[in-house]
């Protein structure tokens, strides 16, 4: 049957045809909507893991049990899991095991640009790199059996335009597929000896990938014209297609690493001039250089940001279509937080102290743009508390009395734990706040080991954040209200002043919860506003001046009260009849 697929979705149709039965994932986009798709096949495990590296190592058990298991994250956690991958690709696997790695060129929800071939090369295992939802649907079942024929994880990278873009996918029925677990310790544990007897193991496999690169079907020729040669990959073939359509030939490359080498000098030899067209890193180009082949790449095309067809086009001296002009100028629309976010009034407080707020990944990352422009540092998950001890360290008392840490319940939870253990062990005086919105806001409201509800919604173990702080070592931990700005004013106050580690948790739903139940919504009473704009010091996309007076929209206000807190005359009042 055809069918109209995401690219995450086509992904994990493929998982659930291949007979997959265990996936552990950690929310990251673009690749979140593949565990949400596999989760609706009653025939495969699914479930949030509080990091990456969890994810992978459960994976592996999994697939060290005999059943076909999966993975998924974006490019920056394939940082967290490194280090069982590179191990993994020593002992192999039992049932099949894939990992699927998210890219992010043009950074639309992520902190850098790097490209995740990388790892495959590093890793020395195999890499596909599908182009189209059809070719993610069938690169996931492929890459199941290349993974149990080779003994290897198998990595599958995908990108923002193939994960979140549509195309045409034939379906087919799930074939089941099971190994017995046995006894190897010479296979699975990796103390140095055996280690040492696995890495010939490992380059041979290598040495038959390149083999299995030459003729597998993924890598395919499609000639046209003797003139212009393209080798490409991934959406850049989506784009050469459309630029070029029969004036140029193409050599498509589906299993990304290890890469052909006979294939690729063949293909050479048929043409005059050889182009590499890839996003961000010249790994093929380095690879087609060390053939000692003649080829163009880097000096065409830039390194950084996602292709266009324009952009290709232009590159070789094509003519691109005139673009069409608006006579209405578009407003901008910079990044806040929602209206009613728990975050706002909390960062309101630390503004107003002056403190130093070293910061982490999450909707609270919008704390760093006016008109709050509170946060100062953001780095990777959980890096704001390991940050904030070493800062506080250095500077002591200079630093000690204003600056904190802010980090989510689900961050926290993924890689902030050792960070506040470091404090509490290393004792710097040091202010920790965990804002507990009650779920993995940034990626879509996915639960997390805090909420007390797993992947299908349903009562799970549950983190008593409060318990574990005080069980970490840290005695002074408290509550607030974010949307009670005098609490957390006196909260920061006492914390800050205390001559030991504190941690104060800022607790308040997401506002975009279906489960919150919202005040009436707010509105101002023109008589009493003098156009102060004290309201405006938030930021909230509510609130706006119009006519010298504060206006509230009343479909994006949740009656959340903090403006009211600010304002000198009372003028915000409740639209909640009498």
Not at 157 to 183: G, N
């Amino acid at each position: 049957m055809k069918e109209l697929m995401l690219g995450n979705k086509a992904l994990a149709r493929g998982l659930w045809e291949a007979g997959v039965k265990f996936v552990s994932s950690y929310p990251g986009t673009p690749s979140t909507e593949i565990t949400e798709e596999a989760v609706k096949f009653d025939d495969i495990y699914c479930e949030w893991a509080p990091n990456e590296k969890v994810a992978m190592e459960s994976a592996f058990g999994a697939s060290l049990a005999g059943r076909r298991a999966f993975c998924g994250q974006k490019h920056v956690g394939l940082n967290v899991a490194a280090d069982p991958l590179f191990t993994l690709s020593y002992t192999g696997i039992n049932a099949g095991l894939v990992v699927v790695v998210a890219d992010d060129a043009g950074m639309h929800s992520s902190q850098n640009e790097q490209d995740s071939r990388h790892y495959a090369i590093a890793a020395k295992v195999p890499m596909l790199e599908p182009s189209d939802s059809a070719e993610a649907l069938e690169f996931a079942k492929l890459a199941y059996d290349i993974s149990e024929q080779f003994d290897t994880p198998v990595l599958i990278k995908m990108c923002t335009r193939v994960a979140h873009s549509q195309s045409v996918v034939e379906t087919s029925e799930r074939v089941e597929h099971s190994k017995v677990y046995v006894k190897d310790i010479a296979k699975y544990v990796m103390m140095p000896g055996n280690a040492k007897r696995r890495h010939p193991i490992v380059e041979e496999r290598t040495r038959r990938l390149i083999e299995f690169a030459e003729t597998t079907p993924i890598n395919r020729v499609e000639f046209a014209s003797d003139a212009l040669g393209i080798i490409t990959s991934s959406t850049s073939y989506q784009y050469v297609k459309e630029v070029f359509g029969a004036e140029a030939s193409v050599l498509k490359l589906g299993m990304i690493n290890p890469l052909p080498v006979e294939l690729i000098k063949n293909f050479a030899s048929r043409v005059k001039r050889l182009v590499v067209v890839e996003e961000l890193d010249p790994i093929i180009e380095t690879h087609v250089k060390s053939l000692g082949l003649a080829v163009e790449g880097a000096e065409l095309l830039p390194r950084i940001d996602e292709f266009s067809q324009n952009l290709i086009a232009e590159a070789f001296g094509k003519k691109t279509p005139a673009g069409v002009k608006l006579d209405d100028a578009i407003p901008p629309r910079p990044p806040v937080m929602c209206a009613g976010c728990p975050h706002r009034g909390l960062f309101y407080s630390l503004k107003k102290r002056k403190c130093t707020v070293l910061g982490d990944i999450g909707c609270y990352t919008l704390g760093a743009v006016p008109p709050l422009s509170t946060i100062e540092m953001t780095l990777c998950m959980g890096a704001s508390i390991g940050a904030t001890h070493g800062f506080n360290k250095m500077l002591g008392a200079a630093s000690e009395g204003k600056t904190v840490a802010v980090i989510g319940d689900s961050t926290f939870v993924h890689s902030g734990m050792t960070g506040l253990a470091n404090v509490a062990y290393n004792q710097s005086n040091s202010t920790v706040i965990i804002l507990d919105n009650s779920i993995t806001g940034m990626t879509g409201h996915q639960q997390n080991p805090s909420t007390g509800l797993n992947i299908k919604g349903d009562p799970a173990g549950k983190i008593d954040l409060e318990a574990l702080c005080r069980a970490m070592g840290i005695n002074r931990v408290r509550v607030v209200d974010p949307y009670n700005l005098a609490e957390c004013d006196a909260a920061l106050k006492e914390e800050l002043a205390a001559p030991e580690p504190s941690v104060i948790i800022s607790r308040r739903p997401c506002a975009l919860l279906k489960t919150v139940k919202h005040n009436p919504p707010l509105k101002v009473d023109a008589g009493k506003c003098i156009g102060c704009k004290s309201c405006m010091k938030i930021g909230c996309p509510a609130i706006s001046m119009v006519d010298g007076k504060a206006v509230v929209d009343q479909t994006q206000c949740v009656g959340c009260g903090v403006c009211s807190q600010l304002c000198p005359k009372k003028a915000f009042v409740s639209t909640k009849e009498a």
